[in-house]
């Protein structure tokens, strides 16, 4: 699940890495994360937080389906 929600590209230094080859001996590339990973702490707040607003903009009856009202 938690690898369907975007990051966007305004936060996605919050989810950059170094990544060196062991067999190169040249300096590390830097990568960003595009996708929420599953060990951020905050990975199931997003992840929820995603699916509700998705519910919420459905419609009328999205309220009940998010356990609101």
Known sequence: MY???ALHEAHRDICRFLWQEPSRNE???TYSL???C???T???YLAMQTVRQGCE???KGSNQAVGQG
């Open 27 to 29: 300096l590390p590339k």
């Open 42 to 44: 905050c990975s199931q």
């Open 38 to 40: 599953f060990s951020l």
């Open 3 to 5: 690898l369907q929600v």
């Open 34 to 36: 595009c996708r929420v």
């Open 57 to 59: 903009e459905v419609g």
